[in-house]
């Protein structure tokens, strides 16, 4: 069944169509007044139009019906309008079939004919929403990608989170995933999705820290057509998208206070409903989020709702960082080194006892993604079969001006530096150097710089 509207100045037409069909449909409004045609299909879902062709008294061209057909198809297209006139002109007839029309009536009608046509107009507007909702979600999920990653790490640590992660991936309750940057959060959150009984359905994924304040609901609900400047057709949203299958919001720390109470009702309720739609929709998804925020200190600090966090991290995981994975700097180090070896055509590579050396014992501050660039950046700029340790260069070796290791350089470039900080203020500077004013003084005088 679905919602049919009447179009036809005869108001003595409505009652008895609404008799006749009244069984047929959900809902049946009648208009006389095609200008109210464009309002009611934006608050009201309709699925079939039956629209007379003349209103003005002693107009019977058909050319205001074919206007109006023409305005309706233009912004629903998904509806099915079928086209009433008492003149069976056939040229009227064809015209209204090619602008879109899905079928023509006489009047008077047969009951018999009016109900087969309208019956067969609903069953067209139903299998073109369907093909378009279809469509969508196919066009979506081309840039979703699904695919079970291989989680590299043999460690202690990282042995225990795997065990953790296959335990409550059976279950369907929230998980909020924490760890560092670059730790492999968001590989998590698909190996969450891997194990769980949803891994049949997708495992959407929303940026949160990329998602702009405006267009927050329809992205993660969707909106119809017309229900602001930009939306020229139907959207669906994230969350229906995700529906019977997993929603990864990623960086949930980074959404603002305001949208974080329009999360938490859609996550409360279970529904959500589209910007500028009325029908409510259920939403059956399981959650996993990601931060590298501390959310409880967020919380403490009133920049994070708490009824929020208590809803999204039933579980938590806490992803441990690269410097705390022992030997698993090695194994990633050489698993991304053959990757890349392959990438770049460059045979089989061996990493030198010294870059190895390197490579376990610097903090990786930003995990494995950077461990991955730096062997990305070692592998292409090899021209051995060793990489060597100088091809090693790591986030913060870049970013220091260390150029040199002897004593007295960077002594001065110490001083340089703190009195650059500090320029009217050698007592400050000297507090920085963990000098005294006076010691400092003398440096400065023997380096010329006083
Ligand atoms: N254990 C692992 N085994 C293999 N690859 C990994 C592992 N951990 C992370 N990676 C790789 O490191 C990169 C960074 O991982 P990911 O994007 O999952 O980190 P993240 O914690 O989500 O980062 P961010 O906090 O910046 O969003 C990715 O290319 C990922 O494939």
Same mark, same amino acid.
Request: proline fraction near 2%.
């Given at each position: 069944?679905?919602?049919?509207?009447?179009?036809?100045?005869?108001?003595?037409?409505?009652?008895?169509?609404?008799? !006749?069909?009244?069984?047929?449909?959900?809902?049946? %409004?009648?208009? @006389?007044?095609?200008?109210?045609?464009?309002?009611? +299909?934006?608050?009201?879902?309709?699925?079939?139009?039956?629209?007379?062709?003349?209103?003005?008294? /002693?107009?019977?061209?058909?050319?205001?019906?074919?206007?109006?057909?023409?305005?309706?198809?233009?912004?629903?297209?998904?509806?099915?309008?079928?086209?009433?006139?008492?003149? *069976?002109?056939?040229?009227?007839?064809?015209?209204?079939?090619?602008? *879109?029309?899905?079928?023509? !009536?006489?009047?008077?009608?047969?009951?018999?004919?009016?109900?087969?046509?309208?019956?067969?107009?609903?069953?067209?507007?139903?299998?073109?929403?369907?093909?378009?909702?279809?469509?969508?979600?196919?066009?979506?999920?081309? %840039?979703?990608?699904?695919?079970?990653?291989?989680?590299?790490?043999?460690?202690?640590?990282?042995?225990?989170?795997?065990?953790?992660?296959?335990?409550?991936?059976? %279950?369907?309750?929230?998980?909020?995933?924490?760890?560092?940057? =670059?730790?492999?959060?968001?590989?998590?959150?698909?190996?969450?999705?891997?194990?769980?009984?949803?891994?049949?359905?997708? +495992?959407?994924?929303?940026?949160? /820290?990329?998602?702009?304040?405006?267009?927050?609901?329809?992205?993660? #609900?969707?909106?119809?057509?017309?229900? #602001? %400047?930009?939306?020229?057709?139907?959207? !669906?949203?994230? #969350?229906?998208?995700?529906?019977?299958?997993?929603? #990864? +919001?990623?960086?949930?720390?980074?959404?603002?206070?305001?949208?974080?109470?329009?999360?938490?009702?859609?996550?409360?309720?279970?529904?959500?409903?589209?910007?500028?739609?009325?029908?409510?929709?259920?939403?059956?998804?399981?959650?996993?989020?990601?931060?590298?925020?501390?959310?409880?200190?967020?919380?403490?600090?009133?920049?994070?709702?708490?009824?929020?966090?208590?809803?999204?991290?039933?579980?938590?995981?806490?992803?441990? @960082?690269?410097?705390?994975? /022992?030997?698993?700097?090695?194994?990633?180090?050489?698993?991304?080194?053959?990757?890349?070896?392959?990438?770049?055509?460059? =045979?089989?590579?061996?990493?030198?006892?010294?870059?190895?050396?390197?490579?376990?014992?610097?903090?990786?501050? /930003?995990?494995?993604?950077?461990?991955?660039?730096?062997?990305?950046?070692?592998?292409? +700029?090899?021209?051995?079969?060793?990489?060597?340790?100088?091809?090693?260069?790591?986030?913060?070796?870049?970013?220091?001006?260390?150029?040199?290791?002897?004593?007295?350089?960077?002594?001065?470039?110490?001083?340089?530096?703190?009195?650059?900080?500090?320029?009217?203020?050698?007592?400050a500077a000297a507090g920085e150097l963990g000098v005294t004013r006076q010691?400092?003084?003398?440096?400065?005088?023997?380096? =010329?710089?006083?």
């Amino acid at each position: 069944m679905g919602n049919l509207l009447i179009i036809d100045d005869n108001i003595s037409i409505h009652a008895t169509l609404e008799i !006749i069909l009244e069984p047929y449909f959900d809902k049946i %409004t009648a208009l @006389a007044d095609p200008q109210e045609i464009m309002k009611t +299909l934006a608050v009201e879902d309709y699925q079939v139009v039956l629209l007379d062709m003349n209103f003005s008294p /002693g107009l019977n061209t058909g050319a205001e019906g074919i206007r109006w057909l023409k305005k309706i198809k233009e912004t629903y297209p998904a509806i099915s309008v079928v086209m009433m006139t008492a003149y *069976g002109h056939v040229e009227l007839a064809v015209e209204s079939l090619k602008i *879109g029309a899905s079928d023509f !009536i006489l009047k008077p009608w047969e009951n018999r004919k009016l109900l087969a046509t309208l019956q067969s107009a609903l069953q067209l507007s139903e299998s073109k929403n369907e093909i378009k909702e279809l469509k969508q979600k196919a066009k979506a999920l081309r %840039t979703e990608e699904n695919i079970f990653p291989e989680i590299i790490g043999e460690s202690a640590v990282m042995k225990s989170m795997m065990s953790l992660i296959e335990k409550v991936g059976m %279950t369907d309750t929230n998980i909020l995933i924490t760890g560092e940057n =670059g730790t492999g959060k968001e590989l998590v959150a698909k190996a969450i999705h891997h194990f769980s009984k949803r891994n049949q359905e997708q +495992l959407v994924e929303v940026d949160m /820290g990329a998602v702009s304040e405006t267009l927050f609901e329809s992205e993660l #609900f969707g909106h119809v057509k017309g229900a #602001f %400047t930009d939306a020229h057709q139907d959207r !669906i949203g994230k #969350f229906e998208l995700a529906n019977k299958g997993s929603l #990864f +919001l990623d960086e949930i720390g980074n959404l603002s206070f305001s949208l974080q109470a329009k999360l938490l009702a859609a996550l409360q309720n279970r529904q959500i409903t589209k910007v500028g739609g009325n029908k409510v929709i259920p939403i059956d998804i399981r959650l996993i989020s990601a931060t590298n925020k501390n959310l409880f200190k967020m919380v403490e600090n009133e920049e994070f709702r708490q009824d929020l966090l208590y809803r999204i991290n039933t579980i938590q995981i806490e992803v441990p @960082a690269l410097r705390e994975r /022992g030997d698993d700097i090695v194994l990633l180090a050489n698993h991304f080194k053959n990757l890349l070896a392959k990438k770049y055509d460059k =045979g089989d590579l061996q990493f030198s006892e010294s870059a190895l050396d390197k490579l376990t014992k610097y903090h990786w501050p /930003g995990n494995v993604r950077e461990l991955q660039h730096t062997i990305e950046r070692a592998v292409i +700029l090899t021209d051995s079969i060793q990489i060597s340790a100088e091809l090693i260069v790591t986030s913060s070796t870049e970013n220091t001006d260390v150029k040199t290791l002897n004593m007295a350089d960077m002594e001065e470039m110490l001083i340089k530096k703190a009195l650059k900080r500090h320029p009217q203020n050698i007592s400050a500077a000297a507090g920085e150097l963990g000098v005294t004013r006076q010691t400092l003084y003398n440096k400065m005088k023997k380096l =010329g710089l006083s």
